[in-house]
Structures are given as C-alpha cells and as structure tokens.
C-alpha cells in the first residue's frame, strides 16, 4: 500500500488537539499581556504560575522548537506536521510557550555549525527554556563595522581568557548564558573572529543596563575582565566565527521581519486612522477632515499591506522550493520603515494626547505609544542599520560592485 | 490566495516574455512612432491574435477552463517590459470582461468568440474630463421610442483611434457624479453622428477624444442593466486597473534593469558609478518597492479569480502603488543615465512618458488612496 501523508496528518491533528485541550492551561488561550511573556532561564520568576506549566509542558514535548530533531530535546516534527501543530494553536488562540534568542537566533546557528558534543549540551535546554541566552556582538568601536570587533580571546594552553568590552547587549542582566564574537587573531579583520560560549556567572563579566530615550533598559553594556573559558565552548574553527556570525545575523533579521519588533500592535492600541477621527474628527461622509494626514496614513497602510503580501509571497514560493534568495534584508529594511512610519503616525493622530509621559491626565494606551514611538527608533539601528541593509540589497542581490 | 503560477499559467508567461523580447521590443514602438502609426500595429495584433493572447479569459466553451486573470496579468506584463502598444488591455481584458460580467447571452455569443479570435477590437469611452472620475458621466442617452439618442463628449479614450466598437458610458437618469442612471451602450465605431479624432500622446500609443452626436442605438446594444450600468462598470475598471498594474510592473522592471545594467558599466572618476553608496540606496530602494509592488499585483490578480470579496481594496492597492513605482523607477532611470537619459536616441525617456500615461488611466495613486481609505472607513 502506498505511503499516504495525509492520513497521517488527520491522526497526528486529531492526538495534537487532544493534547492540546488537555495541557493548554486555560489563562494560555488569552490574549498575551506585556508582562506575562516568558523568557524562561535560572531568573524567570513566571508572573502567570499558568505559564510556567504551559512551558514546561511545550518544552517536554519539543513543541517550543516543533521541527528540531528528537535526540536534542526538539519535537522531531516534520514541516508538514509543525504546519498542523500551528494551526491547532492559533485555533485555541494558544500564547507562545516562549520567546527566546535561543530559539530564534542561537539555536539554529548551532545545529549548523556546532559539534555533537555542544547540541548535545545546550539545545535541551534552549528547547525547555532553562537557559537564557544573550547576544555579545556589537561593541562600542564595531557597530555597523562588526567585524572591527576588539574583545580579545587568547588561548591560554587549557582555556581561554576574555577580555574587552559588548554594548546593546540585548537583555544580558538577565541572561544566564552568552553568545559572544571574539578576536582570536589581531593581524586579520574578518578572518581573525572566533565563536564563543560562557557562563555570564563566571567571574569577570559585568552587565549593566543602558537608560533609553523610551524609558525601557532593554540593552545592557557588558564588560569581561579576565573571563576563563573552557576550550570546548568555542563552536566551529578558531578564527572560523565570522561565518558563523554572518548565518546567524540572516536568522535575526528574519525573526525580526516575521514577528515583527518588539511592542507593535500592543495590547490596546489603535490604528493611526481611529486615533484621527477620534482626535481630528469626520467629515459628512466619514472622511478624516485633515486630508494630507489621510494620505499619509493611506500611504503607509498600503506599505503595511504590500508588506505583509510579500512576507505571504515568500513563505509560499519557499515551500514551493523556489529560491527566494537575499530577502531577508529587504524585510527587514521594510519593517523599520514601516514600524518607524506607523508610530509617527500614532504620535501625530494623537495630537498633545500622544505626548503623555507618566502620571494621571493621559489616555493608558496613548502613553504606551509615546513610549513604543520612541522605542521604534532603534528598529533602523538594531540587528544592522537600515543603511547597511541597504548596502547588502545592492551589493548581495543587484550585484552593485564596491568602490576601489 | 496563492502567489504561484500554475504550470499553464508558466507556460503563457514564458511565450508572452519571449513574444515582447522577439517580436515588439522597444525599438518597434520607435519605429511605429516614427512612420506616424501612431501606435497602430497591425501586423502585431495578428500575431498576438494567433498566440491565442485576446482569449485568455475566454473558455473554449461557456463555463470552460481558461488562464484567468492571473494568466492575462503575465501577458500585460510581458507587454510592459518592452511598452507595446496593443489592444490587449481594452479588447482582451476590459470589453471581455464588460460583456462576461454585464453581457446578454446573445452578446456574449456574438462577441466572445470574436474578441478570442482577434477579430473584434474595442475601446472604453468613459471619461469626460482630463480625470478619472468614473461617475462623473454628463454624456445623455435618451429614449427614443425604438432604442436610444446619445450625445456627449469622452476624452483621451484609449484604442478609441483604431477600435471597431465602442463601450459607452453615458446617463439615462440622475445628474453626473450619482451611481445610479449609468447605463453602458455598445456603439459601432463607424455609427453615424460617431467623430473620432485622434491624438498623438506623449508615449505615442495615441487615443482619440470621441464625440456622440445624436448617435442612435437600439435598446439591444445596452450591456447590463438600464440604470444600472455601475455595476458592471465597478468591478470592469477594478480589473482594468489591476491589469494596468500588471503592464506596469512590466515597465518598471525593465526600467529598473536598463538602470542597474547602466550602473554597472558606466564609469566615472575611474569607477564604476553603481559603486557609489548614493546611487546603491536609491538602487535597492527601488528594489524594495519593486518587490512590494509585485505581491500587491499578484494578491489582486489572484483575488478576481478567486472571487474574492477584497478585489476593489486589492485593486486600489495595486494600482496606486504601480504608479508610485513607474513614477520613480521612470524618473530614476533618467537621473542615473544621466546626459544620455534626455537624448531621445536613449530608451529611459519612453519609459518616462509611458509611465505619465499608465500613472493616469484608471485612477491616478491619489484616486486610489482615496478609495482605499473609503473602503476602510476613514
């Protein structure tokens, strides 16, 4: 008899829903609130004792990370069976189980480019959130230029020692592990990078938090002084890390493309139309009475739409096995300016109501977007700045050639 | 929705690329603007009449398979690229879909078969003054007894120059700018009292500005609904302007190729002028909103043959974003040409000025922006 897919898929639906409706902790089919995202690692205090057993549960199946393979604590699911797994969530409207870089970023990067020994080692814990991983790329002298990071890494015979200096280091107060780019060879630029893994306990690392425009301290700057590291935590070939770095930047521009940044479409916030008739007011016919801010918010609603047909666009001709090629700066290029232009918008819609710090007086969602408006701002810096995925988009995809 | 083609759909897209590459490239339009042909091209009509590109949307059978929207949008497209004028858009796409939408048994059985085979040519006289106003229709068509009077003036019809028929929008009822009273009338190009004259457009494609003068048809020519004319009428100028957005792509992705060719191979300061950082942002700016532009056209292609309830929102986002697109790419290719970008010997200027003319029919982008935010009730 013939191997047919699609009877499998009907059982797997009808085990996963009943899992499903078994395990889903009631509280975990609401909406997600700001406060309730769990990020898991040693720190996690879980506001919503629900959400701890909701990941508990998730991560003892594998299903934080559906298509991972089984032997490293992932769910061993085929693509078409996370697809099912997918949808019966969004059917019980089910809250992520997790948000981590981990997941996101590290994880993928190091079933890639990771020995045995080392998936073996940290992705089970990645899969049931156990550790908290940090990003140690950017430095106060390499921004943009990356690859012009100092941190020093010198092999000491049995270990190596750090030393040197990481800036918007996303959320490293509250990591337990740390995902770090060193210099393992000061006469090169590129190939003079290492891949590195430690413990942010171990003596000599510091962390602390930057104060932004928004009020939030998302970043941290984190100093090492000293830091012993055990020579099995180096992943791939020493001075080998620039390749892995590069793979692993593809994986955050396209969980930042995908998801979206941080803080859109929060809880309770309007689109920028609804704050201009409520703000601004109507016309006989129901048009917005300033007419150049109609067109403006048009303007960017169609570019929210054209974007989001396009995200659509990809995925479809992905599965379809055609190449889709360098995309990932364009998305990512395009949800800076999209996010970026939306929260403008917001601020402007919500005239002197929009300019609420703190206190009493002000609309509760105005004052988030006064604050997720100044947050925006990063969205054309962070994770490559708009200008250097403009760069990329000429220089990888349209072939532009470099100057001499 | 899907964003992929089938494997007929692929084929149709191939034979069009490869008919506009080897058989109406760019320098045909030159030579058709040249000997005054003012973009009358015959003997391209009946090539494109043999590769079957008038039937797209019109089954062998009633009720039989065809390629769709999405497969006349890859015909439009392949079009675009090298700016050719023909009567695909107006024949093929909005008198079909006029007559398959609004038409009686008896016009379907009579036309159809005609447009597929090439046979027929039509043109829209819809506007009446120098903006897309769809219901703005002053034209009268009076009862007369044994059919109807029309009187009227249309301007920049598009094909009207060289069409046989003529679809006429005019007003049994109301006052121009209501919905209801619109009727359409099929009026023979040639009917008396019909003054066509032509005009020599900017991107040399040509239109005619059509006077009705106590021109008489009989109550068989109505296409739809007495009075009810806007309802065929709506979704035929959705259609019309996601199928100019197709062309539109066409254009802009040619455009926008002659550019980066260009950029690669001119040099200045000894250096290639697309290794300045300048040029390089401008160059995947436009690439993003390339991009974006394509989905939106694919989404509203696909939408009309699915039947989905979205198309007028689909089709304001297509065509308003197209013309942003042809309206900077055009521009661009120009700018970075340079000095060879305002000779007339050099393509970038066609595609500047058949941008202009694509921007308007249909619906400017501010048009459409208008109606999109309508549509979503602000």
Aim: negative net charge; hydrophobic residues 40%.
């Amino acid at each position: 008899m013939a191997y047919d897919e699609s009877v499998d898929l009907e059982q797997f639906r009808a085990q996963t829903r009943e899992w499903l409706e078994e395990n889903c902790p009631p509280s975990m089919r609401t909406p997600m609130k700001d406060d309730e995202i769990v990020w898991g690692g040693k720190r996690e205090k879980f506001k919503n004792p629900e959400a701890k057993l909701w990941l508990e549960r998730m991560g003892e199946k594998g299903w934080t990370s559906p298509e991972w393979p089984a032997k490293y604590g992932g769910g061993g699911l085929s693509r078409a069976q996370n697809r099912v797994l997918q949808e019966e969530l969004r059917r019980i409207k089910a809250r992520p189980a997790l948000f981590s870089f981990g997941l996101w970023m590290f994880g993928p990067a190091l079933l890639e480019f990771g020995n045995e020994e080392q998936k073996l080692r940290f992705i089970p814990d990645i899969v049931k959130g156990k550790t908290r991983w940090c990003q140690g790329y950017s430095e106060p002298g390499a921004g943009s230029d990356l690859a012009d990071l100092q941190t020093r890494c010198e092999d000491k015979g049995d270990h190596y020692l750090i030393n040197g200096q990481k800036v918007w280091t996303s959320y490293a107060d509250k990591a337990d592990w740390i995902f770090c780019l060193v210099r393992t060879d000061t006469s090169v630029k590129h190939e003079g990078i290492s891949f590195i893994l430690f413990d942010m306990e171990s003596p000599g690392v510091e962390a602390r938090p930057i104060l932004l425009i928004s009020g939030e301290s998302p970043f941290c700057e984190t100093f090492f002084t000293d830091v012993k590291v055990p020579k099995d935590q180096l992943v791939g070939e020493v001075n080998g890390g620039w390749q892995i770095a590069k793979r692993l930047l593809q994986f955050e521009r396209s969980s930042i493309s995908a998801g979206g940044f941080g803080g859109t479409g929060g809880s309770g916030i309007l689109g920028p139309e609804e704050y201009a008739k409520m703000h601004i007011g109507t016309d006989s016919e129901g048009r917005l009475i300033d007419g150049d801010l109609r067109g403006r918010i048009t303007d960017h609603k169609m570019y929210a739409k054209a974007f989001n047909l396009t995200v659509q666009r990809q995925a479809e001709q992905a599965k379809a096995g055609q190449q889709v090629g360098h995309t990932a700066s364009i998305l990512k290029y395009g949800a800076a300016k999209m996010n970026q232009d939306r929260h403008e918008l917001l601020v402007e819609a919500l005239g002197t109501e929009g300019l609420g710090w703190e206190g009493e007086g002000f609309d509760p969602s105005a004052k988030k977007v006064t604050r997720q408006w100044l947050r925006s701002k990063g969205n054309s810096i962070e994770g490559g700045t708009s200008e250097i995925n403009l760069n990329v988009i000429s220089k990888r995809v349209l072939g532009l050639k470099d100057h001499k | 929705m899907t964003f992929l083609l089938t494997e007929d759909q692929e084929m149709l897209r191939d034979t069009a690329m490869a008919f506009a590459r080897d058989e109406m490239p760019v320098t045909r339009l030159r030579q058709l603007r040249d000997s005054g042909a003012n973009g009358v091209d015959a003997e391209t009509r009946q090539k494109l009449a043999e590769l079957g590109f008038f039937g797209v949307i019109i089954p062998d059978e009633p009720g039989g398979e065809h390629f769709g929207l999405v497969g006349l949008g890859q015909v439009l497209e392949a079009q675009g690229r090298t700016l050719a004028p023909t009567p695909v858009l107006q024949t093929a796409l909005i008198a079909a879909s006029a007559l398959q939408l609004g038409g009686s048994a008896e016009q379907q059985a009579e036309w159809l078969p005609k447009i597929a085979g090439g046979e027929a040519s039509f043109a829209l006289a819809l506007d009446e003054t120098a903006h897309f106003n769809p219901l703005g229709i002053a034209t009268e068509a009076e009862s007369n007894g044994q059919g109807y009077t029309l009187n009227g003036m249309k301007r920049y019809v598009p094909d009207a120059h060289h069409a046989d028929s003529l679809i006429v929008v005019a007003r049994t009822f109301g006052e121009a700018g209501d919905r209801h009273g619109l009727t359409l009338f099929l009026v023979p190009a040639d009917a008396k009292g019909v003054s066509i004259q032509a005009l020599h457009s900017v991107d040399s494609h040509g239109a005619a500005h059509v006077t009705l003068e106590d021109v008489m048809v009989p109550e068989s020519a109505i296409i739809g609904a007495l009075d009810k004319g806007a309802d065929v009428l709506e979704p035929v100028l959705d259609r019309a302007a996601i199928g100019q957005a197709a062309e539109m792509l066409g254009s802009a992705d040619a455009a926008f190729e002659m550019t980066l060719e260009y950029l690669n191979s001119r040099k200045q300061f000894g250096q290639l002028i697309g290794s300045f950082q300048s040029l390089q942002h401008r160059a995947a700016k436009m690439f993003t909103e390339l991009e974006l532009t394509r989905s939106c056209i694919s989404a509203a292609l696909s939408a009309v043959d699915e039947g989905k309830p979205n198309v007028a929102e689909l089709a304001s986002l297509a065509k308003a974003r197209a013309s942003e697109l042809v309206h900077l790419v055009s521009n661009e290719c120009v700018q970075m040409h340079g000095g060879i970008g305002m000779t007339d010997d050099a393509d970038p200027g066609l595609y500047m000025k058949r941008a202009r003319v694509q921007e308007a029919l249909y619906g400017s982008a501010s048009w459409h922006r208008d109606r999109y935010a309508r549509l979503a009730g602000y």
